[in-house]
Nanobody, 121 residues
């Protein structure tokens, strides 16, 4: 599975941004898809995920109520709608995929290159 994330940028606190991740080379509809992020000087952390079966979603507490993950299996794309952005959301955001044995909130098997999100105060 190859993953390409895009949609990052520089925004102000309170703004919204939508990240997209296009997948190719595998059975997208059978993969759990997720987003992780890594802020400068910090470890990579889980942000959100959506299961391939049933569409159940998971969110980190820090983004719950502000971020929404969704997927379009027909377009092999997963989205992360980010609202009410805060400076602490500044990070490199990575799209990830797992072939079905994913443990909630844990890492995934396949990774794409990140996209930068900077939120100014």
């Amino acid at each position: 599975v190859q993953l390409q994330a895009y949609g990052g940028g520089l925004v102000q606190a309170g703004d919204s941004l939508r990240l997209s991740c296009a997948a190719s080379g595998g059975f997208f509809s059978r993969h759990t898809m997720g987003w992780f992020r890594q802020a400068p000087g910090k470890e990579r952390e889980f942000v959100s995920a959506i299961l391939f079966r049933g569409g159940q979603t998971y969110y980190a507490d820090s983004v719950k109520g502000r971020f929404t993950i969704s997927r379009d299996n027909a377009k092999n794309t997963v989205y992360l709608q980010m609202n009410s952005l805060k400076p602490e959301d500044t990070a490199v955001y990575y799209c990830a995929a797992d072939p079905g044995s994913w443990r909630p909130y844990h890492t995934m098997n396949y990774w794409g290159k990140g996209t930068h999100v900077t939120v100014s105060s």
